[in-house]
């Protein structure tokens, strides 16, 4: 069964960084599609980037580029989406997703399984 644990979540101010992780169990790891969403208060949950073990290939939505990097460690089975600059904007409930078909893709509808979620909250 796969499952998914999202952590590093936490309150930060405006300006500062902080590393989410997701451990990842139940599939090889050695062929995956893992992707980043979020969902703030009131709002759709929407995609922030994803990665695909296949080409290693990566992609950001525009509101994080340049201030967010995904990334994997294969030994641990685990996804980081590391986060500076962060906003208040950026506020939201984090969630990683697994992709079975292993295509990277930030349209949530492609994900088949996901994680608890972590929060994340950016003071101004």
């Known amino acids: 069964e796969v499952q998914l644990v999202e952590s590093g979540g936490g309150l930060v101010q405006a300006g500062g960084s902080l590393r989410l992780s997701c451990a990842a169990s139940g599939f090889t790891f050695d062929d995956y599609a893992i992707g980043w969403f979020r969902q703030a208060p009131g709002k759709e949950r929407e995609g922030v980037s994803c990665?695909?073990?296949?080409?290693?290939?990566?992609y950001y939505a525009d509101s994080v580029k340049g201030r967010f990097t995904i990334s994997s460690d294969n030994a641990k089975n685990t996804v980081y989406l590391q986060m500076n600059s962060l906003k208040s904007e950026d506020t939201a409930v984090y969630y990683c997703a697994d992709n079975r078909a292993i295509v990277a893709t930030l349209f949530l509808e492609e994900y088949d399984y996901w994680g608890q979620g972590t929060q994340v909250t950016v003071s101004s």
């Open positions: 990665i695909s073990s296949s080409d290693g290939s990566t």
